[in-house]
């Protein structure tokens, strides 16, 4: 690495930099704001320099861990780890950055940045580990750091603000009394429910263990003729990886564990850009590809080509190729029905962050399609070339996989960009809900172009960064179709055809996406403004610009116009803005860097663009132009063109309002989770109350107190009929001497018959197993 | 990543001229130097306490030891006395602890304001007996070496501050002598039956008998009546079922540093002397003790959780999670593969810097407190004591057994090796029992950080116990990443035992 520094550096500086944090606090406020910053500002320096040495790095440092389990620590040092360490490193830095003005008037700062800091380790950890078991400690760190976060407002004890025409919800566990309640509970519900998906993880992890033998993701590529055939043969292979995808559908927010990070957004902004762009859910993803990797890489080895290949092949072939593709058919199917159920939850939804955080979902859903359509495509052109003798059908899976990190890139920019950006709207105005906001575009000039920047990647409008990279994947999608009708067409057999259904679901995804990102602008900055904000005679000239609320000013503010954000806030925006813009002209450095490919760049710049208008991309091309426009249109006139008047899209009655509401109400998934749990923790009172009282004190959170219970009767017998007639005497001491003297003939008699009467139990638990008894 | 070879080629090398004076002694006592150079040590602090604080002369002879310790390499210069106290593999690791836990003990026994002479020529000849006793490999010898370790803890807990230590002394003194009946009984009946008393040839004995069972019927349900009593007998003081039940009181009422003493060391002498019964002498037995252990085991677990939970004073709960904590370690013995035995080593290792680091700050409060510590006085120690809260709780977390403090590893291991040999329904049960544990445990954390404290104010300590708390949570922290050092020694021990 960069002047020879050891690579683990990249972890321990944030991990440890992170228990700094609340020291540095003791000496200055403003030093200990700007340490995570600092601290994560070299770190992604020496990420940055990692790029120069994927091709050979000179000694993936490790050291002895657990020696008589072979569990070492190691860097993995390949190109899709190196491109996390970067995205995650300086993403979080910009973040960081943003962090120090935005937290400024906050209490609790100690906790915030040690939090935030050891998020962002706990990343760079997860995606440079070459173990999973430590890789599983990095995903740990940030499932306890995300708690931490989103419920960071823990103590604020204002009612929750009123949303605009409010759903009223029955369940007793929705109730918020406080706002602070409400945070609690959010973070409660995103470490619950991304726990969910762990512990299947783990399970799958310990199983994957069990049969080869070691954590190493390397290893686990090397010796894969060992334990793929074993698996295979006992039908483990496909549960134990579904295993593991529980835990990615967990962090990642795939249905049906969507319903966490829409909550999560009660935590400060900051935390909601550093959960969505650079962290927490882009783990889920990064894991699948890690698996993708390993399954693909090792098949390729096995697969490989010349004499060898035909065993390995038949290898695979007899146990478990066409298996593996199942597990690939679910992470596919399971990425393009998240990316449609939530982006049409997107569509209904009234908080400014949590549209954008149904749009982090759709587009992870993208993502897991894409990955999943990898596999898929690379499975299928192993059959399709070794057992069909489709020679001339060319399938490239590895640009599949390429265009779901390219997403994971572009996403983290523009995602991080809109987080931040919306932001500094909710810090000027002073509330969440859009329908209270509107006309913005006036004050808040800078942050309105920035945003608008970033809608339109996210709504994959060309030139900018998403289009590219959500456009390929819709092409990849529409590849998979076409690949399956080719094999179906010569004679192959497929366990199930989903290529039109993940086409169809991504493109109808799209339509919904740039339609709420249309909605959302037009909602935020266009109309009339709707908050009546007194502009009075606070000093404060109308803040058409910048910097001058200060610390000093924090009383003003809040009555101030609302106006763009400080330079702390900004710059960071103009450089995503900047990456999103420009990131065409970044993307076949990435290109040939991931796929250790070294062709020219304009070469792949011509071929990224004409392949939409060659003769396999222009119909998929032209499909999502239609779609764009589909969503697209619509959106603008309702929501831009006709701002100024009052809306009368949705009516009171009809369908459109059932709809609407069934939206709303997020396919009343949620909910329907709420009301199970409700269910259960009702009818665990009422078996607690009317069966079993007595015995088992309670199921449901009383079980703590039954084994204190029976820990406390146990006690009894030890105080009472142990240690009885001694206790008694020294309890009602007569003087210390005497009692003393009462305990010890009391007490030691009845110790010593427990001694001989333990002998006599152990006499006869060695008879026993000697079958004399 | 860290050359340790360097440092230990450093140390070795000025170790040097250390042993070259040593080896000018005869050479039938090399192995036993570092006890002879603690015995010399305890009588000089006899002598000098007479007039002056002798403390400084007890931690010279305390780190001579150690020096000692390292520069006569065990292969070289481990016998002594004809054979019958050997340092090997095994013994080492032992001894480390032993003086590990010492130093720290000494360290804080500065203390105490009894009379201090006394006092540190007791901590010294037991620390020389305990270290006779993991080098004994003759029965006779390991109990006179018990002995020696044993009856100056009698006394030192007599010593305490208040009057309980009388009442705790006592029944820790007759249970005591019960269990030395026991094991002298135990002795005698391995010498009539096989008419030895050397460990090893009682491995050799107890192989031929069990080779032809039928005929040496008697013989063998002789020796299994004393491998039982060996195992009440050194159980007592390790404190299994069914003698745990002076540990609560004992530990409770004794001096801070000596109750460190007790659950840090003699605790742990107590295993090595059943490890080297068990797997040396009685190996040929395995699958009759192996039931027995597992018993043991899974009583000790669930007595210790269950009597914890409900305890309120930290010390008695400190006192019940070491005997669930024996019970993980047994679970090692029952599994009795390389890996497991070293694992529970580890564990011993790793128990005896917590609750060294524990017992000591937790008795120091309560001297400060001029009472018992029950969780009510630990709420709001984050506040009034952040340093003390800080490394309390880390020893508290590597207590439960959670990732990043050594607690983790060997818990991890040990119960990985259950199911390795098919006993994963005794692996799980004792997970079970951690996670049991998590509730009394999380309790002081939870006093310490999530409770307003019923006083205001810093609390002042004494800088040594808060110091030696400090010590024990940074090598709880850094043998995390870093167990090599341990585990190495481990191993190279569990690998004597189970080649």
Known sequence: ?773 | MIQSNIFTDILAAMLVPLRDVLVQLPADWYGSIPVLTLILFSILSLIIGLRYNPLPVSIIGVILAILEVAALDSSTYGVSFGGLFVRDAFADFFIYLVLLVAILVMISATQYGGDKGPYNFLFLISFAGAIWVVMATDLVALFMAWELMSTPTYILVALSPDRLGLDGATKYFVMGLISTIFMLFGIALVFGALGTTVIAEVGVGVAAIWAAPASLESQAYTLLLAMALFVIAFGFKIGIFPGWMWVPDTYAAADGSVTAYLAGATKKTGISALARILLVGFIAARFEWYPLIVVIAILTMVIGNFLALAQKDILKMLAFSSIAMMGYVFVGFAVDTQFAISAAFFLAFIHAIMKTGAFVLVFAMSIKLQKRITYEQLNGLSVRHPLAAAFLAIIMISLMGIPFTAGFTPKFVLFMSTVEVGLWWLGLFAFLNVTFSLGYYFRVVRAMYFRTASEEGPLSLPRIPVSIVGICAILVLVLFWFPAPITNLANAAAALLIP
Request: glycine share 10%; proline share 3%.
């Open chain 1, 1 to 773: 690495m960069i002047f020879g520094l050891p690579y683990y550096l990249i972890l321990v500086l944030p991990l440890a930099g992170s228990l700094l944090v609340p020291v540095v606090g003791k000496f200055s406020e403003k030093l200990r704001d700007w340490t995570p910053a600092i601290i994560m500002g070299i770190t992604m320096v020496l990420s940055w320099s990692l790029l120069a040495e994927a091709d050979n790095p000179t000694g993936t440092t490790s050291w002895v861990w657990i020696e008589y389990l072979g569990i070492n620590f190691e860097m993995l040092l390949d190109p899709l780890s190196i491109i996390m360490a970067v995205l995650a490193s300086t993403l979080s830095f910009l973040i960081y950055v943003y962090s120090t003005e935005y937290m400024a008037h906050e209490e609790d700062r100690d906790r915030f940045f040690f939090l935030m800091l050891a998020f962002g380790g706990g990343m760079l950890t997860l995606v440079l580990s070459n173990n999973l078991l430590i890789a599983f400690i990095g995903w740990e760190i940030m499932g306890f750091c995300s708690y931490g976060l989103i419920g960071f407002w823990n103590d604020k004890r204002n009612p929750p603000e009123v949303e605009p025409d409010p759903i009223e919800y029955k369940n007793p566990l929705l109730q918020f009394e406080t706002e602070g309640q409400y945070n609690t509970h959010s973070g409660t519900k995103a470490f619950i429910v991304t726990r969910i998906g762990d512990a299947f993880m783990l399970g799958g992890i310990l199983l994957l263990f069990t049969f080869t033998g070691t954590f190493s993701f390397s290893l686990m590529s090397e010796n894969f003729q060992n334990w793929w055939g074993v698996m295979a043969g006992i039908g483990m292979l496909v549960p134990t990886f579904l295993l593991i995808f529980m835990g990615a559908i967990g962090k990642s927010g795939q249905a049906p564990l969507q319903v966490w990070l829409p909550e999560a957004m009660a935590g400060p902004t900051s935390v909601s850009a550093l959960i969505h762009a650079a962290t927490m859910v882009k783990a889920g993803i990064y894991i699948t590809a890690r698996f993708l990797l390993t399954i693909v890489s090792a098949q390729a080895v096995s697969a490989g080509d010349g004499g060898g290949g035909e065993h390995g092949l038949s290898l695979l072939q007899l146990s478990g190729a066409d298996v593996i593709t199942f597990f690939f058919i679910v992470v596919a199917v399971i990425g393009a029905v998240t990316a449609l159920l939530t982006a049409t939850m997107g569509i209904a939804s009234n908080e400014l962050k949590q549209i954008l955080a149904f749009s982090t979902l759709s587009q992870l859903g993208y993502m897991m399609l894409g990955l999943g359509a990898a596999g898929l495509l690379a499975f299928y052109g192993i059959y399709a070339h070794e057992v069909l003798n489709l020679t001339e059908l060319h399938i490239a899976y590895d640009k599949a996989y390429l265009s779901s990190i390219l997403h994971i890139i572009s996403h983290g920019a523009f995602k991080a960009l809109l987080f931040l950006a919306s932001g500094g709207v909710i810090h000027a105005i002073h509330t969440k809900y859009v329908s209270k906001m509107g006309g913005l575009k006036k004050h808040m000039k800078k942050t309105f172009a920035v945003m608008w920047i970033g809608i339109l990647a996210l709504a994959g409008i060309p030139p900018f960064s998403g289009f590219w990279s959500k456009d390929s994947i819709i092409e990849y999608s529409y590849e998979l179709m076409i690949v399956e009708q080719e094999i179906t067409s010569h004679g192959g057999t497929l366990f199930i055809s989903v290529g039109w259904l993940v086409f169809l679901f991504s493109v109808l995804a799209a339509a919904c996406t740039i339609f709420y990102s249309f909605r959302l602008m037009g909602l935020t900055f266009y109309g009339p403004e709707k908050t009546e904000h007194e502009s009075h005679e606070s000093g404060h000239h109308d803040g058409s610009d910048e910097d001058d609320h200060s610390k000093g000013h924090e009383e003003e503010e809040h009555h101030s116009t609302p106006h763009d954000p400080g330079p702390a806030m900004m710059v960071p925006l103009y450089l995503l803005a900047a990456f999103t813009i420009i990131a065409f002209l970044v993307f076949p450095f990435i290109q040939n860097f991931l796929l250790r490919t070294e062709e020219e760049w304009g070469v792949i710049l011509q071929e990224m663009i004409f392949v939409k208008f060659s003769e396999a991309g222009i119909v998929p091309f032209m499909i999502t132009l239609g779609a764009l426009a589909l969503g697209g249109i619509p959106g603008y006139i309702i929501y831009i063109k006709n701002a100024d008047r009052p809306n009368t899209f949705v009516p009171e009655t009809g369908i459109r309002r059932k709809v609407y509401n069934f939206l709303r109400h997020r396919w009343y998934i949620n909910e329907f989770y709420y009301w199970i749990l409700n269910k259960y923790l009702n009818s665990a009172e009422w078996w607690r109350v009317r069966v079993d009282n007595k015995i088992i004190d309670g199921i449901d959170f009383k079980s703590a107190d039954t084994a204190k219970e029976i820990s406390r009767r146990v006690r009894w017998f030890d105080d009472h009929i142990v240690d009885g007639f001694a206790e008694g005497v020294s309890t009602h001491s007569v003087g210390a001497s005497e009692s003393g003297q009462a305990v010890q003939t009391g007490r030691i008699n009845d110790y010593v018959s427990v001694i001989i009467f333990g002998l006599g139990i152990m006499i006869l638990v060695i008879l026993i197993t000697m079958g004399v008894l």
